[in-house]
């Protein structure tokens, strides 16, 4: 069974930084891509990041563009989302998800798995 674990999550002021991970247990990361979406109190889910099974090719948000970085080591089947920069409007539930083969969209509804979610608040 996939199953996909978020990591990383707590409070910090704006400003700062977070790094959040994505490990996958049960299958290999090697042939999925990787998409980190949020979803605030009351909003819909949101695109965040997504990096292509190759690691070849990244998508950002264009409100995260420049702050956020997205990074996999499938040695470690885990798949990075660094946060510098946070701002009050960053605050949600950040949950990864994965495609078989995908070609990285940020549309929540083309990715089949997906983790239960860690909670980022930004705050001071």
């Known amino acids: 069974q996939l199953q996909l674990v978020e990591s990383g999550g707590g409070l910090v002021q704006p400003g700062g930084s977070l790094r959040l991970s994505c490990t996958a247990s049960?299958?290999?990361?090697?042939?999925?891509?990787i998409g980190w979406f949020r979803q605030a109190p009351g909003k819909e889910r949101e695109g965040v990041s997504c990096?292509?099974?190759?690691?070849?090719?990244?998508t950002y948000a264009n409100s995260v563009k420049g702050r956020f970085t997205i990074s996999r080591d499938n040695a470690k089947n885990t798949v990075y989302l660094q946060m510098n920069v946070l701002k009050p409007e960053d605050t949600a539930v950040y949950y990864c998800?994965?495609?078989?083969?995908?070609?990285?969209?940020?549309?929540?509804?083309?990715?089949?798995?997906w983790g239960q979610g860690t909670q980022v608040t930004i705050s001071s």
């Open positions: 990096i292509s099974f190759t690691g070849g090719t990244t």
């Open positions: 998800a994965a495609e078989r083969f995908g070609g990285c969209p940020l549309l929540p509804r083309y990715y089949d798995s």
């Open positions: 049960g299958f290999t990361l090697d042939y999925y891509s």
